[in-house]
Structure formats: structure tokens, C-alpha cells
């Protein structure tokens, strides 16, 4: 052993690194030398160690990559016929290491790309007269095959647009001078090998797979479609024939009668028909991706053939004949979907639901409603939960078995909306044969039963009303509800949230319903997720059926007396959001009923809690707590939001506001009292929120105290949180917020401005590391700029544009105009950018113009020198792609804000575009009148379609004369 193989032996050696690092050094300067390569090429030819022969390829692997053009010509030739030696007397007297094998031949197939076919036009006949038929010499070639697809050819391989030329012109030439030479090569190795070698034909068949879809279909067909068929019956090799066969029936082909030609040939049916849907599920699930490829591309073909027979170009008799293959390809496609294996019935899902979608506005034939009919009790056995289904952890299996659920639902409403009376018989017969014999049958199958019903109102049609009528009495009526297993518990709930609209006018059912709620089968079922979704739907029941529910009211709120309280320990019964949708629902009952009724409910449910809240801030008693156990700020927390959500019901309602603002009036001071308890300030603002629907005007009094409170130790969260509030406050009161808006406006401002700079210098490196474009700094930047612009928004949009123009605000003006123009170029964000947009808009509808009473002395000028050419030049910039459908509703406010310029300040700003703007951004003088022609002219929607057509002419120019 020399220092050279000495040196590579070590590189290969983790557990000594210095001598590691040495020897990659010297291995480096091996690489490096000019004629590193042939030490190498020769070193390949002597060596019998691994490492060394293996790093002797990848030195040679490199030159081909990126010194190959600097050779010279007889160096290449050298390089060449070295390898070619290698393949025509090593290979066929050994058996080199797999990984040589691999590598050389992806060094072959590199070496075939730079050469071939200019440089190296035999190659095919080179590499295939060496073939002396031994294993060891055709499993090589196969190699290189498979690479010289990788490398070059494969369409799946991201390429660049030279390399999809290069690869274009190499299979050209292949087409023309070398595919039958390598067809009747790969005829040989299958005549040979067949009974012999299931490995060599199996990699083979690998090769004829890669190469199908761009070769001359005659090869295949008249040549090897025999042998596929043949080892379909050989279980080392039908999974590849499979593939083959796919390949074949995937085959591009333009014309649809050449395709159906193609596929009668193949007789599909014949061979498919007697496979054993017991079979290996691998193989199954080939066979089924064959059937499904072939449906499709009938269903392609047909359509092409319709269009060909409506230009008679073809006779009907084609179409029949395709219509009858079509027929036997769904008789083939329900074996498939009804396999026990869910990876074979997703196999055949495609041609399932394509073949389906054909149906649609078309009349359906006997057959076809036959071929409905055996779909049904298929989708119900594949939707049906497997029993080793893990309801507690969804791993990948559960994934998919979902993923396959919502396909076949998509089949269910297909065949819903083609024969709904069908169908919804089936539901109903299944759902009866469920309930006649519930003690004897597995949750599965009752669980699928009430899916169905339930599926049923994704596609809610007129036809399937009385049979819904018919389903839910009987659903409320059955101990559907009592099966002891929570899937069949949580359909159940569902579909009768879902349908109880339909259940006729029986107070008697109705009230069995609500007992399921609300007994162990429902909100105290002891399972949280079951109990969880009982409380979101039975606070949907109620939002969407409060009258027929008020008579129950007083039951209601007796059997869920223990969860209308506050109560620590009641945490340990019922999650948080839980209780709060069941105040939620009976907020919303108590405050439909009538006013005289109200107050022994709301003594009753809200009192006690204002008591203890009102104990807990008297006595503060949050400084007796401590940091891991924060009972009395938690419970707090807890009651402003269960009262809060409570009076959802009673928005508008102040004679019965009374309750809610006594609870209002004590938590005001809460944000000062406890400054660094950010959680507490956000739910002050909450149940701020809710007293404006509440209280109405009555909250005006409160909102002074309450800005004072929030505003201090304001952390951005709960900053966010006071500005929606202001903006809440704003769009209901409008100019009654004058007086607080102007010494609240400053304030406000330079909060944004602040928060702005405090996240912006406050960021690190690590900060700055971008995520779908933008930054952590960036994002939280962006939905700062977001809160901004709605607030400015909504000031000017509700009358409020002259608090900027009081003595303390109007120092701002400029600054605030500024950053919205900013905005407005902000094309990441075409939400906020239309935002900003419609901003100016409104700045210019209250102060451009002459009129003394409203516009504002210099804002013209602004319009005319800042505001115009953002309008106009930046919808020219490249990233405004007038294509794009959120660019399309800011072009709508640009126009917008232009044609209301030109009503406030008339002919003066056309004056202005034609005579100093058009010049002054090269727009030729006749398009510059015309624009402002139209400008006059035009309404406002006609405009919008003149201003896109003046950008898109200015853009084609602009790239017209790009330079290249």
C-alpha cells in the first residue's frame, strides 16, 4: 500500500481527524494537479481497495463536471476509450462493489452528456457490441441507462432552459439513430434472462419504464407488451411490469383515436379481471394506478372524440365503442375501491371522481344509475374506521385514512347531487338497519351510518327535505346517542346540531335532544373533547334556533346550574372556552326574552360573580397571590370574560345594562392598579368592546378614565388591542369622539411611531434571518404599519379629518401623509397598499379644492408635487402586476381617488398632468391630453378600464425599450 492509498484510506477514517485533515490535503492536491485525472484513471485499473478506487471515480467524476472542456482532444479520447476498456474487459470477467458500479456508471452517463452526439455519435453501438450477454456486463448497461435518464432526460429532474435544450436535442437524436438499437438490446436481455435472472429483467423493465413516454409507441407494443403481460403472473417482477404497462397507458398521445386504439389493444379487462383482490397490496395498488390511468385518459379521449364527431371527422360508432371500454374501466374501478387495503382504493379514486364529474348536466342512463347504486356501499366501506383506528393519537396511518375520508366524500356528494332520491334511500335504509340492531353492531358501523346522514348537508338539495324530516326523528329517537363510544357520540351531536331544523314542531323530542346535551352523553361526558364540542354546538343550536328554545329556558339553565358559576375548582370539571360558550348560549336566550322576564335570571347568574369580583378589588387581594399560582388575577380574568361574552345577548338593551356596567365601573381602574398584567388590561378592553353594543352611548362617560388607565405600561399587544377599541369607538359615535379624539390623537401617533423604532433598533442578526420573504423585525414592523393605516382610515372615513387640523394635530399632518404614501408603495402587502390608497382618497375628498369652508391652504400643491405621482407613476413600477387580483382592486382606488381630485380642484390638476407631470415622466403630448380627456369625461368605472389601459401601454413601451 502506497502513500496514496495510505492518504484516502485515512480521509475515510472519522475517529483520527488530524490525520484526517492531513489526508485530505494531500488527497486535495491529488485533485488539483493538472493530471491528477489519469494518476487516477490508472490508479483505478490497479487498486483492489474500495476507498481508493472510489475516490479515484470521483476525481474522474469532477474532471468530466468541470475540466472536461480544457482537455485536450486526446486526452478526452483517452479518458474515453479508458472507460469503454473498463466496460469491455473488467466488467464482464468480475463483479465490482455495488457502489463502484453506481458510480461508474453515473460517470459513464456525464461523460455520454458532454459527448454525445457530436463527439461521440457510436456510443450506443459502443456500449451494446461489448455486451457479451454475461450478468455482470448487461447489469451495467442497465446502469448507465437508468443514469443517462437521471442525468439528462428525466422531465421530473429540475433543469435549467439549457439543459431542457440539451436534453431535447440528445433524445431527438436517440429517436433517429439509436431507440431501435437499444429496443431490440433490452428484447435480448428479457429473451434471455426471463427464466433465469428476475433481477436483470427486473432492472430491464426499469429501463423500458424511463424511456416510454418519449419513445416511438410501436417499440413497445409490438415488442415487449407480451412480456409484461407475461410477468404479471411472476411475483419478483409483476410490481415492474406493472409499471411498464402504466407508463404505456400514461403515454402522451394527441390523437384520441390513436389512444383508444392503444387501449382496446391492451384489453385491459381480460387481463385485470381475474387478479386476487386478496393479493399482495403492493402489487394491487399498481394494477389499481393502471385501471386509473386508463379511465382518465378515456375520459380524455371522449371528450377529444366529441369534439372531432361534432366536426364529423369521426362516426359515433368510435365514441360507442370508447363509451363500452369506459364502461368495463368502472366495472374494473369498483374491485379496486372496494379493496380491503386503503392504498389501493386511493389508487383508483381519481378515475372514480373524474368519471363522475362526466355525469354532471348530462341524463342519466340505467346503466349509469346502476353503476351509482354499486359506488354507495363501497364509499360507506371505505369510510368506515378500521377498528386498530387510534382515536387518541392521529399518526400517519389516521392521516391518511382521513385524507381518504374526505375524498370519498367528495364522491358521496357527487353522486348526492346526480340522484339525490338514491342516495338519500340508501342513507335512510342504512341508517334504519343501524338502529333495528344497534346491540349487535361494532361503533363503526354505527358511527359510518350517522356520517352519512350528516354528509348529506354538504349538498343540500329541495329533493332530500322530507327524507332529513325522516332522518332526524328517527335519529332523536334512537339510542343512537347512547352507544358507548365517543366517534358515534361526536357524529351524533353533530348531525343533530346540524339538521335539527328540520325535526317537526315536538316539544317532546326537541326536549330529548337537549337532555343528551346536557347529561353524560354531552357536556358532562368524560371524555374533554367530547364535552368541548358539545359546548361550541349547543352555543351554535342556540344562536341559530333561540325561539324555538326560549320555552325550555328555565330547564336549560337548571341542568347547567353548576357551569353558570365562577368557581376555581370548577376548572377541574370544565375547560375555560367551554363555560364561556355556555354563557355565551344562555346570554343569548335570557336576552331575547321579554324585559320583565330578564332581571331573576340576571340577579341569579351575574350578581354572585360581581360580588366576588368586587371582593377581590376591594380587598386586593392579587398581592396575596403568587407569581405560579395567580388565583384571584385568573379569576378575575375569568369573570370579565364570562360576563363580557354573557352580554352578547343584550347589545342595544340599556335598560337592562344596569348589571353589566356596575361590573364595567369596577374594572376600569384595573390596568393601573395592576400595571404589568397585560392579560388583565386586554380583557378590560374586551369587555370595553362589548359595553359599546351594550351600553351604547351610556359608555361615552367611561371612555376618558379608561384611555388614562390603558395607556400606561402599554405593552404592543394591548396597544393593538386600545386602538381596535378606538377605532370601535370612532365608527359607532363618529363626531361625539371629537372631544376625545383631539387630545388622544398625538398620543396615539407617536405610540406607532415609537413601537416602530423600538422593534426596528431592538432586532439582532438572528432577528433579521428571513421567512418567506420577510423577517421576524420585517413582519412585526408590517403589522404595526397595518394598525396604523386602519386607524388613520377609520378617523378620516368617519367625519374626523379635522381633529388633524386642531392646534396640537396639525403638526402631524405632513408626517402622517407621508407615511401613508409610503404605504401605498408598499406592494408585499396589497391590503394594506389599497388601504393607504383609499386614505388618500379621503384626504383628498375633505381638503383638496378652493371651497375656504374645507379645503386646507397648501394641501393642492401636496396633491399636485407627493400625491399624484404615487397615483400615477407607481402603478408603472414592475411590481405592480396589473394581472394580479389584489393589484386590480388597488388600480380601482387609484382611479377612484384621481377622478375625486379632479371634482375637487377641476381643471387646474389637468392643467397640471399635461403641462408639468406627463412632461416630466417622457409621456408623449398627445397621450398626456387624451388621459386627461378622459379623465373629465369619463364615469368613474369607465375611467378605471382607461387608466388600466394608459398603464399597460406605458409598460409594453417601457419594456420595449428595455435594453437587452
Known sequence: MDEFDSAVIASFNPTAPELRKKANEYCESVKAAPDGWKFCLEKFFGSNVLQVKFFC?????????????????????????????????????????????????????????????????????????????????????????NNIDDEIINQEMLRNTEEVARSAEIKDYIRDHAIVELASTWYSILETFKSTNPSICSSCLENIRRYTNWIDINLITRSFVPHFFAFLTREELREKASECIHELVNKGMPDPVAKLKLIDELNLTVVFNNINPQDDPDFLEGVAKIVNTTGLELLSAIKGMNVLAQQQKISGEIIVKAQQILEEMVVLTFKF?????????????????????????????????????????????????????????????????????????????????????????????TLQGVISNIQSIDFATVEVAVYLVYSLGETILKDLEPFLREMIVLLASSNISLYPHRSVTLIYFDTITRYIRFLPDNPEALKSILISFFDGRGIRNPFATIKSRVCYLFQRLVKAHTQSLQPFLPSIISALEPFLVFNSELSKTIAVDDQINIFDAIGTLVGTIPRQEQDKYLEALLVPMIKQMETIINGKLWNTETTDKPIFTGAMVQIISLIGTFSKGFNGQKDSGKYFEKLFEMIIPLPSLLPSHEEVRIKVLFYTHRMIECLVGNVLQYVPPLINQSLQ??????????????????????????????????????????????????????????????????????????????FVSTLIGNGLSHVLRTPQNAPYIQRI??????????????????????????????????????SLPGFN???????????????????????????????????????????????EFLTFLTTVYFPSIQCPPDMAQEYAYRLEQLGQKEFRAAFISFLNSVKSSQKANKPR
Open 57 to 145: 471515480l470521483v476525481v474522474i467524476q469532477e474532471t468530466i463536471q468541470y475540466k472536461y472542456n480544457a482537455l485536450s482532444a486526446a486526452d478526452q479520447n483517452l479518458l474515453r476509450q479508458t472507460l469503454l476498456r473498463f466496460i469491455r474487459e473488467v466488467i464482464p470477467q468480475s463483479e465490482p462493489e455495488g457502489e463502484i458500479k453506481n458510480k461508474f456508471a453515473q460517470i459513464v452517463a456525464l461523460l455520454f452528456k458532454v459527448e454525445y452526439p457530436q463527439s461521440w455519435p457510436t456510443f450506443f453501438s459502443d456500449i451494446t457490441s461489448s455486451l457479451s450477454l454475461s450478468t455482470s456486463s448487461v447489469d451495467m448497461f442497465l446502469r448507465v441507462m
Open 337 to 429: 375501491m372496494d379493496n380491503e387495503d386503503d392504498n389501493v382504493s386511493q389508487s383508483a379514486y381519481r378515475f372514480a371522481n373524474g368519471y363522475l364529474q362526466s355525469l354532471k348536466n348530462t341524463s342519466i342512463s340505467p346503466k349509469q344509475l346502476e353503476f351509482l347504486q354499486t359506488f354507495l356501499p363501497i364509499i360507506r366501506k371505505k369510510m368506515t374506521y378500521d377498528s386498530s383506528y387510534n382515536f387518541d393519537k392521529h399518526d400517519e396511518e389516521e392521516q391518511f385514512f382521513n385524507d381518504l375520508r374526505k375524498d370519498l366524500l367528495l364522491l358521496f356528494k357527487l353522486i348526492t347531487n346526480l340522484s339525490p332520491q338514491l342516495v338519500s334511500s340508501f342513507v335512510l335504509t
Open 713 to 790: 405600561n402599554c405593552s404592543l399587544k394591548a396597544f393593538f388591542e386600545f386602538v381596535r377599541l378606538i377605532n370601535q369607538l370612532i365608527s359607532r359615535f363618529k363626531e361625539q369622539m371629537f372631544p376625545v379624539m383631539d387630545p388622544l390623537l398625538s398620543q396615539i401617533i407617536e405610540r406607532f411611531y415609537k413601537y416602530v423604532n423600538e422593534v426596528a433598533n431592538g432586532s439582532t442578526q438572528e432577528d433579521k434571518t428571513a421567512l418567506n420573504g420577510l423577517s421576524e423585525v420585517e413582519r412585526e414592523i408590517v403589522e404595526i404599519q397595518r394598525q396604523y393605516y386602519a
Open 817 to 854: 401623509l407621508k407615511t401613508v404614501l409610503e404605504g401605498c408603495k408598499e406592494t408585499r402587502d396589497m391590503s394594506a397598499c389599497k388601504q393607504c390608497y383609499s386614505i388618500v382618497k379621503k384626504f383628498a375628498e375633505n381638503w383638496a379644492g378652493n371651497d375656504p369652508q374645507t
Open 861 to 907: 400643491q401636496f396633491v399636485y408635487e407627493e400625491i399624484t405621482p404615487v397615483l400615477i407613476g407607481e402603478p408603472l413600477r414592475p411590481n405592480f402586476d396589473l394581472s394580479d387580483a389584489g393589484v386590480a382592486l388597488v388600480i380601482t382606488e387609484i382611479a377612484s381617488a384621481q377622478k375625486i381630485i379632479f371634482q375637487k380642484c377641476g381643471k
